[in-house]
């Protein structure tokens, strides 16, 4: 299910994703060695030490997704899935100058 985001988002033009993990980390680690080149994206990892709830990882990624420069990002959810083109929604946000852009699909 995570390579399929990560392939929707490398399509988008994503080069780069953070994955925020708390639960069985080596695993994800072990994905990462993996699947990085595979997927031919940068992996890095945002892992909590301690449960900080569902915003917990996103709040110690800030530094990585908030550079200053304003250029937006994608954040998701592991176990939702959409078919949705993320380069459709990417160019809706810019388009707009928007401040965020939420895309939701029925499950």
């Given at each position: 299910?995570?390579?399929?985001?990560?392939e929707?988002?490398?399509?988008?033009?994503?080069?780069?994703v953070?994955?925020?993990?708390?639960?069985q980390?080596?695993?994800m680690?072990?994905?990462i060695?993996?699947?990085?080149?595979?997927l031919?994206v940068?992996?890095t990892?945002?892992q909590?030490?301690?449960?900080m709830?569902?915003?917990?990882?996103l709040?110690?990624?800030?530094h990585l997704l908030?550079?200053?420069?304003?250029?937006?990002?994608?954040?998701?959810?592991?176990?939702?899935?959409?078919?949705?083109?993320?380069?459709?929604?990417?160019?809706?946000?810019?388009a707009?100058?928007?401040?965020a852009?939420?895309?939701?699909?029925?499950?």
């Open positions: 299910m995570i390579c399929h985001q990560i929707a988002l490398k399509a988008a033009g994503v080069t780069e953070i994955l925020a993990i708390n639960y980390p080596e695993v680690m072990g994905f060695k993996e699947w990085g080149d595979k031919g940068k992996i990892c945002s909590e030490t301690e449960p709830g569902t915003a917990g990882p709040a110690l990624a800030r908030d550079d200053g420069s304003g250029k937006p990002f994608f954040v998701l959810n592991s176990d939702v899935v959409c078919p949705y083109p993320m380069k459709d929604m990417l160019d809706f946000h810019v707009r100058e928007a401040e852009t939420i895309l939701v699909t029925k499950v």
